[in-house]
Protein backbone atom coordinates (compact mmCIF):
# COMPACT_ATOMS: atom_id res chain seq x y z
CA UNK A 1 0.00 0.00 0.00
CA UNK A 2 1.47 3.55 -1.22
CA UNK A 3 2.17 5.63 1.68
CA UNK A 4 -0.25 8.75 2.04
CA UNK A 5 1.57 11.67 3.12
CA UNK A 6 0.90 15.76 3.72
CA UNK A 7 1.53 18.29 0.87
CA UNK A 8 3.53 20.09 3.21
CA UNK A 9 5.26 16.98 4.38
CA UNK A 10 6.47 16.07 0.27
CA UNK A 11 7.52 19.38 -0.52
CA UNK A 12 9.82 19.57 2.18
CA UNK A 13 10.86 16.01 1.26
CA UNK A 14 11.54 17.50 -2.50
CA UNK A 15 13.25 19.94 -0.93
CA UNK A 16 15.54 17.70 0.90
CA UNK A 17 16.50 15.12 -2.10
CA UNK A 18 17.18 18.24 -4.02
CA UNK A 19 19.72 19.89 -1.02
CA UNK A 20 22.52 18.03 -2.06
CA UNK A 21 22.51 20.07 -5.38
CA UNK A 22 23.30 23.79 -3.91
CA UNK A 23 27.03 23.52 -3.77
CA UNK A 24 27.74 23.59 -7.54
CA UNK A 25 30.25 26.44 -8.70
CA UNK A 26 29.97 29.52 -10.34
CA UNK A 27 29.90 29.93 -13.82
CA UNK A 28 30.95 33.18 -15.68
CA UNK A 29 28.26 34.24 -18.75
CA UNK A 30 29.30 36.86 -21.16
CA UNK A 31 27.14 39.82 -20.60
CA UNK A 32 25.21 39.15 -23.51
CA UNK A 33 23.77 35.84 -22.12
CA UNK A 34 23.47 37.16 -18.74
CA UNK A 35 20.11 38.32 -18.00
CA UNK A 36 17.73 36.28 -15.83
CA UNK A 37 20.91 34.60 -14.00
CA UNK A 38 21.53 35.20 -10.26
CA UNK A 39 25.08 36.62 -9.49
CA UNK A 40 27.25 34.70 -7.36
CA UNK A 41 29.16 37.48 -5.99
CA UNK A 42 29.50 41.23 -5.20
CA UNK A 43 31.04 42.43 -8.28
CA UNK A 44 32.80 45.71 -7.92
CA UNK A 45 33.62 48.65 -10.63
CA UNK A 46 37.15 48.27 -11.83
CA UNK A 47 37.67 51.58 -11.82
CA UNK A 48 35.91 54.98 -11.85
CA UNK A 49 32.48 55.40 -13.47
CA UNK A 50 32.10 58.13 -15.57
CA UNK A 51 35.97 57.27 -16.42
CA UNK A 52 36.44 61.07 -16.84
CA UNK A 53 35.51 64.59 -16.50
CA UNK A 54 32.77 64.74 -18.88
CA UNK A 55 30.47 67.27 -20.47
CA UNK A 56 26.95 66.97 -19.90
CA UNK A 57 25.59 69.00 -22.87
CA UNK A 58 26.32 70.31 -26.09
CA UNK A 59 27.87 73.96 -25.77
CA UNK A 60 30.93 75.52 -24.50
CA UNK A 61 33.16 74.54 -22.06
CA UNK A 62 34.56 77.62 -20.03
CA UNK A 63 36.24 78.75 -16.67
CA UNK A 64 33.18 79.49 -14.64
CA UNK A 65 34.41 82.82 -12.86
CA UNK A 66 35.04 84.04 -16.89
CA UNK A 67 31.07 84.03 -17.85
CA UNK A 68 29.93 85.28 -14.01
CA UNK A 69 28.49 88.62 -15.09
CA UNK A 70 27.25 87.45 -18.16
CA UNK A 71 23.44 88.40 -18.90
CA UNK A 72 21.63 89.49 -22.29
CA UNK A 73 22.19 92.61 -21.74
CA UNK A 74 25.87 92.25 -21.05
CA UNK A 75 27.07 89.43 -22.47
CA UNK A 76 30.56 87.93 -22.35
CA UNK A 77 32.23 87.72 -25.58
CA UNK A 78 34.71 85.05 -25.65
CA UNK A 79 37.25 83.70 -28.67
CA UNK A 80 36.83 80.01 -29.47
CA UNK A 81 40.06 77.78 -29.40
CA UNK A 82 38.53 74.90 -30.51
CA UNK A 83 36.60 71.74 -30.14
CA UNK A 84 36.38 68.56 -28.58
CA UNK A 85 33.85 65.67 -29.61
CA UNK A 86 33.18 62.27 -27.48
CA UNK A 87 36.12 60.58 -29.68
CA UNK A 88 39.17 58.90 -28.34
CA UNK A 89 42.10 61.50 -27.11
CA UNK A 90 43.02 63.82 -24.00
CA UNK A 91 41.73 67.33 -25.10
CA UNK A 92 43.85 70.70 -25.06
CA UNK A 93 44.40 72.53 -21.65
CA UNK A 94 41.85 75.31 -21.88
CA UNK A 95 43.54 79.06 -21.63
CA UNK A 96 42.01 81.60 -19.35
CA UNK A 97 39.59 83.78 -21.11
CA UNK A 98 38.80 81.56 -24.02
CA UNK A 99 36.05 79.01 -24.41
CA UNK A 100 35.92 75.85 -26.67
CA UNK A 101 33.11 73.93 -28.38
CA UNK A 102 32.29 70.83 -26.55
CA UNK A 103 29.72 67.42 -27.11
CA UNK A 104 27.99 65.74 -24.40
CA UNK A 105 30.31 62.85 -23.11
CA UNK A 106 33.80 65.23 -24.49
CA UNK A 107 36.26 65.17 -21.89
CA UNK A 108 36.04 68.46 -20.52
CA UNK A 109 39.92 70.36 -20.84
CA UNK A 110 41.94 70.83 -17.80
CA UNK A 111 41.34 74.33 -16.66
CA UNK A 112 37.37 74.26 -17.91
CA UNK A 113 35.37 73.62 -14.94
CA UNK A 114 31.74 74.81 -16.44
CA UNK A 115 29.51 74.32 -19.79
CA UNK A 116 27.04 76.63 -20.83
CA UNK A 117 25.30 74.52 -22.78
CA UNK A 118 24.71 76.37 -26.23
CA UNK A 119 21.38 77.62 -26.04
CA UNK A 120 22.70 80.67 -23.27
CA UNK A 121 25.00 81.08 -26.13
CA UNK A 122 24.01 84.41 -28.68
CA UNK A 123 23.22 82.03 -31.94
CA UNK A 124 21.03 79.73 -29.34
CA UNK A 125 22.72 77.05 -31.54
CA UNK A 126 26.16 75.74 -33.40
CA UNK A 127 24.35 76.06 -36.42
CA UNK A 128 22.86 79.31 -37.49
CA UNK A 129 22.34 78.50 -40.73
CA UNK A 130 19.75 75.33 -40.88
CA UNK A 131 20.80 75.31 -44.82
CA UNK A 132 23.81 74.12 -43.70
CA UNK A 133 25.17 70.48 -43.90
CA UNK A 134 26.81 69.31 -42.13
CA UNK A 135 26.42 72.40 -39.27
CA UNK A 136 29.30 75.09 -40.19
CA UNK A 137 30.70 75.78 -36.86
CA UNK A 138 33.69 78.22 -38.01
CA UNK A 139 32.58 80.56 -35.60
CA UNK A 140 35.76 82.02 -34.37
CA UNK A 141 33.68 83.85 -30.91
CA UNK A 142 30.75 82.95 -28.82
CA UNK A 143 28.49 85.03 -26.94
CA UNK A 144 27.74 83.70 -23.01
CA UNK A 145 24.35 84.79 -22.03
CA UNK A 146 23.97 83.90 -18.92
CA UNK A 147 26.47 82.70 -15.97
CA UNK A 148 26.99 79.12 -15.28
CA UNK A 149 28.90 77.99 -11.64
CA UNK A 150 31.81 76.30 -10.77
CA UNK A 151 30.57 72.56 -11.60
CA UNK A 152 27.78 72.87 -13.62
CA UNK A 153 27.21 70.32 -16.62
CA UNK A 154 30.71 68.82 -15.85
CA UNK A 155 30.27 65.05 -14.56
CA UNK A 156 32.46 64.40 -12.25
CA UNK A 157 34.75 61.45 -12.52
CA UNK A 158 33.81 58.26 -9.93
CA UNK A 159 30.27 60.46 -9.37
CA UNK A 160 28.68 57.44 -10.55
CA UNK A 161 30.45 55.05 -8.89
CA UNK A 162 34.06 54.96 -7.40
CA UNK A 163 36.62 52.70 -8.22
CA UNK A 164 36.57 49.36 -6.24
CA UNK A 165 33.11 49.75 -5.17
CA UNK A 166 30.03 47.30 -5.00
CA UNK A 167 28.07 48.48 -8.65
CA UNK A 168 26.00 44.37 -8.50
CA UNK A 169 25.54 42.48 -5.05
CA UNK A 170 25.39 38.98 -4.78
CA UNK A 171 22.14 37.37 -5.37
CA UNK A 172 20.83 40.29 -7.84
CA UNK A 173 18.22 38.54 -10.85
CA UNK A 174 20.01 39.78 -13.90
CA UNK A 175 17.83 42.43 -15.83
CA UNK A 176 18.89 44.97 -18.53
CA UNK A 177 19.92 47.50 -16.19
CA UNK A 178 22.38 45.66 -13.88
CA UNK A 179 23.83 44.58 -17.61
CA UNK A 180 23.66 48.17 -18.46
CA UNK A 181 25.90 49.16 -15.14
CA UNK A 182 28.61 46.12 -15.54
CA UNK A 183 29.01 47.08 -19.63
CA UNK A 184 29.10 50.53 -18.76
CA UNK A 185 32.23 49.57 -16.25
CA UNK A 186 33.44 47.28 -18.79
CA UNK A 187 32.96 44.18 -17.34
CA UNK A 188 32.38 41.48 -20.47
CA UNK A 189 31.36 38.30 -18.30
CA UNK A 190 30.06 38.31 -14.81
CA UNK A 191 29.69 35.49 -12.40
CA UNK A 192 26.46 33.56 -12.12
CA UNK A 193 24.94 30.77 -10.50
CA UNK A 194 24.74 27.58 -11.84
CA UNK A 195 21.62 26.44 -13.22
CA UNK A 196 20.19 23.37 -12.42
CA UNK A 197 20.44 20.86 -15.42
CA UNK A 198 16.75 19.14 -15.75
CA UNK A 199 15.90 16.52 -17.96
CA UNK A 200 12.25 15.80 -18.61
CA UNK A 201 10.90 12.92 -19.54
CA UNK A 202 7.11 11.76 -20.51
CA UNK A 203 5.83 8.20 -20.86
CA UNK A 204 2.88 6.86 -22.12
CA UNK A 205 2.25 4.83 -25.45
CA UNK A 206 -0.46 7.36 -26.54
CA UNK A 207 2.00 10.29 -26.74
CA UNK A 208 3.32 11.87 -29.90
CA UNK A 209 4.85 15.34 -30.08
CA UNK A 210 2.53 18.27 -30.89
CA UNK A 211 3.45 19.59 -34.12
CA UNK A 212 2.61 15.62 -35.88
CA UNK A 213 -0.22 14.47 -36.92
CA UNK A 214 -2.40 12.29 -34.52
CA UNK A 215 -3.72 9.00 -35.32
CA UNK A 216 -6.62 6.92 -33.51
CA UNK A 217 -6.22 6.66 -29.11
CA UNK A 218 -3.12 8.94 -29.92
CA UNK A 219 -2.56 12.09 -27.38
CA UNK A 220 -0.48 14.95 -28.25
CA UNK A 221 2.42 15.42 -25.33
CA UNK A 222 1.22 18.16 -23.11
CA UNK A 223 3.53 17.60 -20.36
CA UNK A 224 6.92 17.81 -21.81
CA UNK A 225 6.83 21.08 -23.01
CA UNK A 226 4.81 22.44 -19.95
CA UNK A 227 7.65 20.93 -17.50
CA UNK A 228 10.65 22.38 -19.57
CA UNK A 229 9.08 25.44 -19.86
CA UNK A 230 8.18 25.74 -15.87
CA UNK A 231 11.96 24.30 -15.37
CA UNK A 232 13.23 27.24 -17.57
CA UNK A 233 11.30 29.98 -16.00
CA UNK A 234 12.09 28.57 -12.56
CA UNK A 235 15.69 29.19 -13.36
CA UNK A 236 16.70 25.78 -14.26
CA UNK A 237 17.86 24.57 -17.69
CA UNK A 238 16.49 21.40 -19.32
CA UNK A 239 19.43 19.49 -20.77
CA UNK A 240 17.04 16.37 -22.21
CA UNK A 241 13.67 15.83 -23.33
CA UNK A 242 12.34 12.46 -24.41
CA UNK A 243 9.34 10.40 -24.32
CA UNK A 244 8.80 6.52 -23.59
CA UNK A 245 6.38 4.33 -24.26
CA UNK A 246 5.30 1.65 -22.34
CA UNK A 247 7.83 -0.98 -22.99
CA UNK A 248 9.69 -1.29 -19.47
CA UNK A 249 13.31 -2.02 -21.31
CA UNK A 250 12.66 0.91 -23.87
CA UNK A 251 11.75 3.06 -20.38
CA UNK A 252 14.52 1.89 -18.73
CA UNK A 253 16.67 2.92 -21.12
CA UNK A 254 15.21 6.58 -21.93
CA UNK A 255 15.12 7.13 -18.10
CA UNK A 256 18.84 6.07 -17.33
CA UNK A 257 20.21 8.47 -20.20
CA UNK A 258 18.07 11.14 -18.30
CA UNK A 259 20.22 10.63 -15.31
CA UNK A 260 23.44 10.35 -16.65
CA UNK A 261 22.82 13.86 -18.43
CA UNK A 262 21.32 15.87 -15.31
CA UNK A 263 21.30 16.84 -12.16
CA UNK A 264 17.79 15.95 -11.80
CA UNK A 265 14.67 13.55 -13.63
CA UNK A 266 11.49 15.06 -14.41
CA UNK A 267 8.97 12.48 -14.96
CA UNK A 268 5.19 12.66 -15.98
CA UNK A 269 2.61 9.70 -16.01
CA UNK A 270 2.81 6.18 -15.18
CA UNK A 271 2.80 6.47 -11.71
CA UNK A 272 -1.17 5.36 -10.58
CA UNK A 273 -2.58 1.92 -10.58
CA UNK A 274 -2.58 0.93 -14.39
CA UNK A 275 -1.52 -2.37 -16.08
CA UNK A 276 1.02 -0.38 -17.80
CA UNK A 277 2.83 1.81 -15.06
CA UNK A 278 6.44 1.84 -16.24
CA UNK A 279 8.06 4.54 -14.14
CA UNK A 280 7.36 2.25 -10.89
CA UNK A 281 9.06 -0.36 -12.51
CA UNK A 282 11.83 1.30 -14.16
CA UNK A 283 13.02 2.74 -10.21
CA UNK A 284 13.34 0.76 -7.91
CA UNK A 285 15.05 3.32 -5.68
CA UNK A 286 12.11 6.02 -6.12
CA UNK A 287 9.38 6.23 -3.12
CA UNK A 288 5.73 5.98 -4.49
CA UNK A 289 3.59 7.73 -2.45
CA UNK A 290 -0.18 9.61 -2.31
CA UNK A 291 -0.21 13.00 -1.23
CA UNK A 292 -3.23 14.37 0.14
CA UNK A 293 -4.18 17.13 -2.44
CA UNK A 294 -5.53 16.88 -5.93
CA UNK A 295 -5.27 17.02 -8.45
CA UNK A 296 -1.39 15.76 -8.09
CA UNK A 297 -2.39 12.76 -5.81
CA UNK A 298 0.32 10.04 -6.99
CA UNK A 299 3.94 10.98 -6.64
CA UNK A 300 7.62 9.41 -6.13
CA UNK A 301 10.96 11.09 -5.32
CA UNK A 302 14.23 8.95 -5.12
CA UNK A 303 16.83 8.31 -7.00
CA UNK A 304 17.97 7.01 -10.09
CA UNK A 305 21.76 6.32 -10.45
CA UNK A 306 22.51 8.45 -7.83
CA UNK A 307 20.54 11.42 -9.75
CA UNK A 308 17.39 12.58 -7.74
CA UNK A 309 14.08 11.78 -9.79
CA UNK A 310 10.59 13.29 -9.09
CA UNK A 311 7.81 11.26 -10.72
CA UNK A 312 4.87 13.68 -11.20
CA UNK A 313 1.21 12.16 -12.13
CA UNK A 314 0.30 12.00 -16.11
CA UNK A 315 -2.63 14.24 -16.11
CA UNK A 316 -1.54 17.24 -18.08
CA UNK A 317 -2.89 19.46 -14.77
CA UNK A 318 -1.80 17.28 -12.20
CA UNK A 319 1.97 17.59 -13.89
CA UNK A 320 1.36 21.38 -13.91
CA UNK A 321 -0.16 21.55 -10.42
CA UNK A 322 2.68 18.82 -8.96
CA UNK A 323 5.53 21.34 -10.55
CA UNK A 324 4.03 24.46 -9.21
CA UNK A 325 3.07 23.20 -5.78
CA UNK A 326 5.93 20.47 -4.70
CA UNK A 327 8.77 21.76 -7.21
CA UNK A 328 8.57 25.15 -8.28
CA UNK A 329 10.26 26.64 -5.02
CA UNK A 330 13.04 24.09 -4.16
CA UNK A 331 14.17 24.58 -7.47
CA UNK A 332 14.24 28.18 -7.30
CA UNK A 333 15.73 28.44 -4.16
CA UNK A 334 18.80 25.81 -5.37
CA UNK A 335 19.00 28.86 -8.65
CA UNK A 336 19.29 31.47 -6.09
CA UNK A 337 15.81 33.04 -7.18
CA UNK A 338 13.10 34.38 -4.42
CA UNK A 339 10.11 31.56 -3.72
CA UNK A 340 7.07 33.25 -6.01
CA UNK A 341 4.97 34.40 -2.78
CA UNK A 342 1.66 33.37 -2.25
CA UNK A 343 -1.32 35.57 -1.73
CA UNK A 344 -4.56 36.22 -0.69
CA UNK A 345 -7.78 37.00 -2.48
CA UNK A 346 -11.83 36.92 -1.98
CA UNK A 347 -13.62 34.47 -3.64
CA UNK A 348 -16.07 35.71 -6.33
CA UNK A 349 -18.57 32.76 -5.80
CA UNK A 350 -19.00 29.87 -3.20
CA UNK A 351 -17.77 26.64 -3.47
CA UNK A 352 -17.79 23.61 -1.88
CA UNK A 353 -14.71 21.01 -1.58
CA UNK A 354 -14.54 17.17 -1.16
CA UNK A 355 -13.14 16.50 2.76
CA UNK A 356 -9.25 15.15 2.66
CA UNK A 357 -7.68 16.30 0.24
CA UNK A 358 -6.24 19.60 -0.43
CA UNK A 359 -7.55 21.07 -3.86
CA UNK A 360 -5.74 23.12 -5.81
CA UNK A 361 -8.42 24.64 -8.34
CA UNK A 362 -7.74 26.78 -11.10
CA UNK A 363 -8.37 30.24 -10.74
CA UNK A 364 -9.01 33.74 -12.22
CA UNK A 365 -8.36 36.85 -10.88
CA UNK A 366 -10.47 39.77 -11.02
CA UNK A 367 -9.27 43.13 -12.37
CA UNK A 368 -11.90 44.79 -10.42
CA UNK A 369 -11.06 43.45 -7.11
CA UNK A 370 -14.14 40.75 -7.34
CA UNK A 371 -16.70 43.52 -6.23
CA UNK A 372 -19.54 41.43 -7.39
CA UNK A 373 -23.13 42.20 -5.09
CA UNK A 374 -22.54 38.54 -3.72
CA UNK A 375 -18.84 38.41 -2.67
CA UNK A 376 -19.37 42.30 -1.40
CA UNK A 377 -22.49 40.83 0.73
CA UNK A 378 -20.48 38.20 2.66
CA UNK A 379 -18.49 38.55 5.65
CA UNK A 380 -14.93 37.98 4.24
CA UNK A 381 -13.43 36.25 7.43
CA UNK A 382 -12.77 32.57 6.78
CA UNK A 383 -9.22 31.16 7.47
CA UNK A 384 -8.51 29.24 5.03
CA UNK A 385 -4.97 29.03 5.20
CA UNK A 386 -3.49 25.71 5.56
CA UNK A 387 -1.47 25.13 8.89
CA UNK A 388 2.13 26.66 8.63
CA UNK A 389 1.25 28.47 5.60
CA UNK A 390 1.10 32.27 5.27
CA UNK A 391 0.47 34.11 2.33
CA UNK A 392 2.89 36.51 1.98
CA UNK A 393 0.26 39.06 0.11
CA UNK A 394 -0.85 41.88 2.57
CA UNK A 395 -3.59 44.78 2.00
CA UNK A 396 -7.01 44.19 0.29
CA UNK A 397 -7.16 41.15 -1.36
CA UNK A 398 -7.97 40.39 -4.92
CA UNK A 399 -11.40 38.76 -6.17
CA UNK A 400 -10.71 35.15 -7.47
CA UNK A 401 -13.60 33.46 -9.91
CA UNK A 402 -12.45 29.75 -10.25
CA UNK A 403 -12.16 28.41 -14.13
CA UNK A 404 -12.99 24.98 -15.10
CA UNK A 405 -13.88 22.54 -13.42
CA UNK A 406 -11.19 20.09 -10.99
CA UNK A 407 -10.43 17.38 -13.97
CA UNK A 408 -7.11 17.10 -14.12
CA UNK A 409 -7.65 16.76 -18.01
CA UNK A 410 -8.87 20.15 -18.20
CA UNK A 411 -5.55 21.66 -19.91
CA UNK A 412 -7.27 24.17 -21.91
CA UNK A 413 -9.20 25.30 -18.79
CA UNK A 414 -5.81 26.01 -16.98
CA UNK A 415 -4.53 28.30 -19.77
CA UNK A 416 -7.56 30.45 -18.50
CA UNK A 417 -5.97 30.79 -14.90
CA UNK A 418 -3.58 32.80 -13.51
CA UNK A 419 -3.47 31.34 -10.21
CA UNK A 420 -4.10 27.84 -7.96
CA UNK A 421 -6.57 28.58 -5.41
CA UNK A 422 -5.43 26.56 -2.18
CA UNK A 423 -8.63 24.89 -0.98
CA UNK A 424 -7.21 23.54 2.73
CA UNK A 425 -8.17 19.08 3.28
CA UNK A 426 -10.46 20.22 6.14
CA UNK A 427 -12.55 22.45 4.23
CA UNK A 428 -15.96 21.61 2.44
CA UNK A 429 -17.58 24.56 2.07
CA UNK A 430 -16.99 27.99 1.20
CA UNK A 431 -18.76 31.27 1.17
CA UNK A 432 -18.56 34.23 -1.66
CA UNK A 433 -16.29 36.61 -0.28
CA UNK A 434 -13.52 34.13 1.62
CA UNK A 435 -10.28 35.05 1.46
CA UNK A 436 -7.92 31.86 0.21
CA UNK A 437 -4.06 31.85 -0.45
CA UNK A 438 -3.43 31.53 -4.27
CA UNK A 439 -0.56 30.01 -5.98
CA UNK A 440 0.23 32.65 -8.98
CA UNK A 441 1.20 30.43 -12.19
N1 LIG B 1 -7.55 2.97 -10.36
C1 LIG B 1 -6.99 4.17 -10.25
N2 LIG B 1 -6.83 4.86 -11.36
C2 LIG B 1 -6.27 6.08 -11.29
C3 LIG B 1 -5.89 6.61 -10.04
C4 LIG B 1 -6.05 5.81 -8.90
O1 LIG B 1 -5.72 6.20 -7.78
N3 LIG B 1 -6.60 4.60 -9.07
N4 LIG B 1 -5.39 7.87 -9.99
C5 LIG B 1 -5.83 8.76 -11.02
C6 LIG B 1 -5.10 9.99 -10.93
S1 LIG B 1 -5.56 11.02 -9.71
C7 LIG B 1 -4.17 10.36 -11.83
S2 LIG B 1 -3.48 11.90 -11.75
C8 LIG B 1 -3.73 9.48 -12.90
C9 LIG B 1 -2.23 9.37 -12.89
O2 LIG B 1 -1.89 8.44 -13.83
P1 LIG B 1 -0.44 8.21 -14.37
O3 LIG B 1 0.50 9.12 -13.73
O4 LIG B 1 -0.15 6.81 -14.31
O5 LIG B 1 -0.58 8.75 -15.84
P2 LIG B 1 -1.05 7.98 -17.12
O6 LIG B 1 -1.92 6.86 -16.74
O7 LIG B 1 0.13 7.74 -17.94
O8 LIG B 1 -1.93 9.12 -17.79
C10 LIG B 1 -3.04 9.65 -17.17
C11 LIG B 1 -3.79 10.54 -18.18
O9 LIG B 1 -2.97 11.59 -18.58
C12 LIG B 1 -2.73 11.57 -19.97
N5 LIG B 1 -1.33 11.93 -20.19
C13 LIG B 1 -0.26 11.33 -19.67
N6 LIG B 1 0.86 11.93 -20.08
C14 LIG B 1 0.49 12.91 -20.87
C15 LIG B 1 1.19 13.88 -21.62
N7 LIG B 1 2.54 13.92 -21.58
N8 LIG B 1 0.50 14.77 -22.35
C16 LIG B 1 -0.86 14.71 -22.40
N9 LIG B 1 -1.58 13.82 -21.70
C17 LIG B 1 -0.92 12.93 -20.96
C18 LIG B 1 -2.97 10.17 -20.38
O10 LIG B 1 -3.25 10.06 -21.74
C19 LIG B 1 -4.13 9.80 -19.47
O11 LIG B 1 -5.32 10.34 -19.96
O12 LIG B 1 -4.28 8.19 -12.76
C20 LIG B 1 -5.67 8.17 -12.40
N10 LIG B 1 -6.09 6.84 -12.43
O1 LIG C 1 -4.47 13.31 -8.44
MO1 LIG C 1 -4.85 13.19 -10.13
O2 LIG C 1 -3.38 14.11 -10.22
O3 LIG C 1 -6.27 14.15 -9.62
O4 LIG C 1 -5.58 13.86 -11.52
Redesign the pocket.
Known amino acids: MAQRVDVDQHRRDVAELLAGLAARPAERVALADAAGRVLAGDVRAPGPLPRFRNSQMDGYAVRAADVAGASPDAPVVLPVAGEVAAAPGDPAPLAPGTAVRIMTGAAIPEGADAVVPVEDTGTGTFNPDPSMRPADRSATHVTVLRPRGTGEFVREAGSDVAAGAVVLRSGTLLAPHHVAAAAACGLGELPVRARIRVAVV???S??VAPGEPAGPGQ??????AALAAAVRVAGGVVVLTDRTDDDPAGAAAVLGRAARSADLVLT???????AY?VVKDALPDVVFRSVAMQ?G??QGLGRLDGTPVLTF????V?AQVSFVVLARDALRELGGLPPVRRRTARLAAGLTSPAGRRQLLRGRLLPDGGASPRASAAPATTPTRAAGEHAAGVGPSAGVEIVGGPG??LVASMAAADVLVDVPADVTDLAAGAEVTVWPL
Do not use: I, K
Open positions: STGELVWDANTSGGVSQGEPGPPGNPSSH
